[in-house]
């Protein structure tokens, strides 16, 4: 399994970044994919999920903000993150639980300026 983020940068509050993240290795189209982040001193969390039917859910703190998307195509993950705020600030992971083993790409940075 091969999971490769990108798209994290600095951005102002209130401002939008799109993270992609593509995969490789497994069965893209029938696997669930999410999105986890990590702030600074905090445990690592799940932001949010979209189904192999694109049924998306999400973490309360970022509803109606985040959409997260798929394309079965390029066998990438997207989240697009709107009205950012300085707690968003966080190290961003794709995820994806194959053959009961969760893996995790690198990770890419937001940074969210007040």
């Known amino acids: 399994v091969q999971l490769q983020a990108s798209g994290g940068g600095l951005v102002q509050a209130g401002g939008s970044l ?24 905090k445990q690592r969390e799940l932001a949010a999920t979209i189904t192999s039917g694109g049924v998306t859910n999400y973490t309360d703190s ?10 079965n195509v ?3 993950v997207y989240l697009q993150m709107n009205s950012l705020k300085p707690d968003d600030t966080a190290v961003y992971y794709c995820s ?3 053959r009961n083993r969760r893996s995790y790409g690198q990770g890419t940075l937001v940074t969210v300026s007040s």
């Open 96 to 98: 994806v639980l194959y």
């Open 18 to 41: 799109r993270l992609s993240c593509a995969a490789s290795g497994f069965n893209f189209r029938i696997n669930t994919m999410d999105w986890y982040r990590q702030a600074p001193g």
């Open 74 to 76: 390029r066998n990438t």
């Open 62 to 71: 970022v509803k109606g903000r985040f959409t997260t998307s798929r394309d």
